[in-house]
């Protein structure tokens, strides 16, 4: 349901991030994005944990599938690193930093995310957009919110 300004007030989305940079032997930097907008439609959150393997997939959009013009916001986190033993060995370690997600437009790759990293988009289309790892089997996370 769209809200109109005779409607209730609407939701909010807030991101907030910042992103950390610390060179050998220097004091760390720090850059911040902020942003704060209202929704225009009132749909809860789509939220999975998935799997996805060495074939590229259409992503799951879940319930926004059916009205894709809906999605303000996809956020896809890689999982993988994030669930080893207290002390992984040096296999488990290599293979974990192996498991890239590898995100695309169309069959087209524009992006890879690393173990225990992010991304947000909010594509046009976002039927068009797939995923797949980069070896193996690789966990991630899947949030969609409303526009």
Sequence with gaps: ??????????GVLTI???????????EATAVETRLSRSLSVDEQVYERRCRVSESLEALDLGWFADHPESIGCIRIANDEGKFLQVNPTDKQREESAAKLLILSVDGTAFDRIIPGDSRRI????????GIESASGVTRFTINIYPA
């Design 1 to 10: 349901m769209a809200n109109t300004s005779e409607s209730l007030p609407s």
């Design 16 to 26: 907030i991030e910042t992103v950390y940079h610390r060179p050998l032997g220097e």
């Design 122 to 129: 909010s594509p046009p289309d976002a039927k068009l957009i």
